[in-house]
């Protein structure tokens, strides 16, 4: 028990520190696809808006790792992945819609 609050207390740690910098602005190496992308891929984005999207989705991450710290039940740890899946596809549906600049 008490590794496993100490593994969750550092990828949750991890993830707010992760959030913060993609939110300052000095993260965008971070952000999975677009830290590959052309210099033309990355023009059709609105980084402030994806940055946003991306450090917030690392922060709400953050506290939900304790979620279901003390109760290890088959129903917690579901709900907990449906959350979480949920949160990510949102996300990207929001970072292909919301996130690129109109053209």
Not at 55 to 72: I, K, R, T
Not at 77 to 102: E, G, M
């Amino acid at each position: 028990m008490v590794i496993e609050i100490v593994i969750l207390s550092v990828i949750a740690a991890m993830l707010a520190i992760m959030g913060i910098v993609v939110l300052v602005g000095k993260g965008d190496n971070l952000i999975a696809g677009y830290n590959t992308a052309s210099k033309q891929e990355k023009a059709e984005y609105n980084v402030k808006r994806l940055r946003g999207l991306i450090g917030g989705l690392m922060l709400v991450l953050a506290p939900l790792m304790f979620m279901n710290l003390g109760e290890s039940s088959t129903a917690s740890v579901i709900s907990f992945c449906f959350i979480v899946f949920f949160l990510c596809i949102v996300v990207v549906i929001l970072a292909n819609t919301w996130a690129r600049k109109k053209k």
